[in-house]
Structures are given as C-alpha cells and as structure tokens.
C-alpha cells in the first residue's frame, strides 16, 4: 500500500481520463472505507486517485429548484449547512450519524454511497427525498436514481471509468418533509443494525398526499417500499396508515442473522423505525 | 517508487518532508518529520488516538494519505503548548489527573480543543458525543469530561460551575 501512487487531479475530465485509463485505479475521497480496506488486504488498487481538488465535486448549494452536495463533501460540512438542514432535516441527521466526529470531518457522502454497504446510513435517507446520483464518464454526464446506484454489497451502477459528481435532491414542496431513523446497540460509533427514511407531502387538511419509505441492513441494497408509501397516500397519517407502514416494512425485509442483530429482531424494528421516521416526518411537514 | 516531496503548513510553520505516496499522514508525522506526539490506536479510524486539524477539521490521521497534505494547514498536539506555557486544557487534565497511561491523550486534548473553539460553553452531553470517537482504555472517561469542562468554565470566567455536574 506505501507505494502504490497516488495523483490528484484538478478537474472532474482529468479524473475520469485517469479512471479509464486504469480499470484498478480507485478513487479516494475521505478513505474511511477504502484505507481499512486495503489495509485489511480486502482491496489491491493500482493507484489513488483523490477527487478531493475538483471544485465540482466539494461543497453544498442550494440553486434553483435542487440542492446539489459534491460527492467530496464530507459529512461535517453537509451537516453544517444550515440551509440544507432546514430543508431535509433527515439528510441532515443521517450524514450527521456517521461515524465520530474524526470520521465526520473525512467521510464523504460520494464515498457513503460508492462503498455501497448495505447499511450506509445515508442511502435511505437520500432515497426517500428522490435524489439522483450525477455521474460523469468518457461519454459525458447521465443521472441515476440513488435507489438504483447500489446493486448489490460493495456493486455499484457506476461502470468502468465513472466517477460520482454529485448528488441532486429535488427542494421539497410545500408542507413535505422527511426524517431518517437508525436503530444501533450503543448510542454512537456503530454500523446500523436497522434504518429508515421517509419524505412525505401533506396536503391543507393533513392528508398525506405523496410519500416515499426507503429502509437499509435488512437487505443487500436500500430498498424503496411502495406499499408502505401507499399506506401513507391518503391517509392522515394515523395509527392505522402507520401500523401498515410498520407491516409493509418487516414484509419487505430480507435481512441476514448476525452478531448485531437476528432476522426475527431486524424484521420487527424495520417496522417499527418505518412507522417513526413516517409519524416524524408528518410533524415536520405539518409545521411547513 | 519514487518518494514524493510534499509541501505543506504545519502547526503554522512551513514544513516540507519525503513520503511514501501511500504513506498515512500518522505515519509521516512520527516517521518523517518526528512528531512523535500523535498516537497511532488502531490504523482503522476507531480510536482517535491519532487525531489532528486538517485545514481547520478534526480528523483522523491515519485516513489520510500524507501526500493529500500538499499545500494544506496541518495542526498537531506539538502545537498546543505555547512554548513552554501549557494550553488550559493541558493544565486541566493534569490538575484532574484525567490520564493514566497517556497514550490516548493527545488525541484527547487535539480533539476538544477543536470542540471548545466551536463550542466555547459545551454541556457534559455535547462534550461526551464530540470525544465519543476518542477511546480510552484507562480512565473510565470521567475524569477526562470533567477536565474538558472544567477548562470550558475557566476560559469562560465561569469557574466552579462544571466540576460538580459531570458525574457519570
Ligand atoms: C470508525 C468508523 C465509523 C463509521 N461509521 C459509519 C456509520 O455510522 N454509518 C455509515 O454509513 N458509515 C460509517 N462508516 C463508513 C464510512 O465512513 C462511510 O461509508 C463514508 O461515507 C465513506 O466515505 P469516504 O469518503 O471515506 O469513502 P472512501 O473510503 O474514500 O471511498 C469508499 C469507496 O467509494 C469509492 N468512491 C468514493 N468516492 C467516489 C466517487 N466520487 N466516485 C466514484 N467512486 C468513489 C472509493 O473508490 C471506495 O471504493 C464508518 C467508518 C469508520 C472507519
Ligand atoms: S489510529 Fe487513527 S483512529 Fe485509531
Ligand atoms: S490514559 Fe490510557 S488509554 Fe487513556
């Protein structure tokens, strides 16, 4: 790993010449994966490629009808941005939930979702306010769907020679909001045992009106649950629609047995952390 | 492979070293430039012990490529004394004996002071989430929390307000 070379470029093309010139090349942004990683012996790159000086891929700005973060951005700046927070407060909180401060000031939100763990906190809070992923390659830019970019533990949608730009999330409506909730055995410094988005639109008289449940580490991506958002859509959100969300969740999972948690244990929380983040995120929109 | 020369600021002085391009900057501290004072834990981002500034960020040092310091601004825990005049919160964990072995130490007080200049009046929650990534296999974290907060209240000319509540 010491010698393994390591370049900087200046420019979103000059990464992307750099990429596809070398299948084993790995981009580097904050490597709190990638350096375990290969320090663990788990990957052999042929060279770092830091994408930490491309100006288009670093910083938070809300222009026009979206809110764009580079995917260099590291989680304590995006969590700072107070704008972002007011905006989609449940992004907010899930890159505020990654790792300790130290690996809040590295970790970036391009490198949450490139890792493509199942459990990255960050893919279900992005999934339910409908981000897109922007990638760029030798053949210019195309948008992916942030719950179409993993496609399975540690495979992404990015093709040989891509490189993550930046993640676009439409500027919620009025009266929509959305919350992330995320279940661990302590209270920090742990990989999700359980997690949930929703983002949801209510309209004057308190009907939901549109929804969108995302929920990860119950299965091998993040995945985006219709039929919990059917049980909010028309709804006002109440017991009811929240104990056919919380069904519709523990329906959908497909969780592993581990240390952190039983296929039993994770069923039952999904639904309960989808019925939260849901009544959560009501709040939030009622108060818009 | 050839080493890389890298240019950069550390503790407000210009400094220039030789690395190896897949070097951590922990690595390149102690080995290169013989600033011994930051610790290495664990090499995997759990433990803090080797926690420095980075353009004015905490972060872990040992995720950190040393080349990608290039023309950036490095704080170290060899930076926090003013010569021989011990910083408040230096002085605070030697009056609360807030540690025993000291190997998690300076990792400790780099990362609260980052906490205080952002937060000069943390409460005993914030301080104990802020230094949550900073393990400590000696003290039973108490002792450090008091002398964090204890520092906070004598910058702040509050003195005798924090040393009571922080049980716990
Ligand atoms: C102590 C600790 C605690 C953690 N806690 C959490 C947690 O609570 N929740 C959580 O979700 N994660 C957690 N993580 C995992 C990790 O910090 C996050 O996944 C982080 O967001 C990864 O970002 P990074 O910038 O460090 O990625 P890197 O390690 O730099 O990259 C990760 C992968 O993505 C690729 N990549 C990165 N950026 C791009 C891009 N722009 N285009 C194409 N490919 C790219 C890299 O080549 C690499 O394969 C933790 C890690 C540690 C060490
Ligand atoms: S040595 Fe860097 S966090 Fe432990
Ligand atoms: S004093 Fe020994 S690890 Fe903290």
Known sequence: MQSIPYQAPASVSEAVALLGSDAEARVLAGGTDLLVQVRGGVRKPSAWIDVKRIPDLLGVSVEGDSIRIGAATPAAVIFEHPELQRLVPGVAEATDLIGSTQIQGRATL??????????????????????????????GEREIAVEAFATGPGQTALAQGELLVAV????????????????????????????????????????????RVAIGAVAPTALLLEEAAAALVGSRVDDDALARVAAAATAAARPIDDKRGTIAYRRKVVGVLAKRAAAIAANRAQER | MARMHVETTINGESAEFLCQPGESLLDALRNELNLTGTKEGCNTGDCGACSVMLDGRLVPSCMVLAPEVEGRSVGTIEGVAQGDELHPLQQKFL???????????PGFIVAAKALLEKNPDPTEEEARYWLAGNLCRCTGYDKIIRAVLDTAAEMNGT??????????
Do not use: F, W
């Open chain 1, 168 to 211: 676009r999330i439409p500027k919620p409506a009025a009266r929509t909001a959305d919350a992330y909730l995320r279940l661990i055995p302590r209270t920090e410094m742990d990989i999700a045992v359980v997690g949930a988005g929703v983002a949801l639109t209510l309209g004057d008289d308190g009907t939901c009106t549109q929804a």
């Open chain 1, 110 to 139: 391009g490198g949450n979702l490139c890792n493509a763990s199942p459990a990255a906190d960050t893919t279900p809070a992005l999934i339910a306010v409908g981000a897109q992923c922007i990638v760029a390659g030798s053949g």
């Open chain 2, 95 to 105: 009056e609360h004996a807030a540690l025993q072995c000291g190997i998690c130490t």
């Open chain 2, 159 to 168: 003195n005798g307000a924090a040393t009571n509540g922080a049980a716990g």
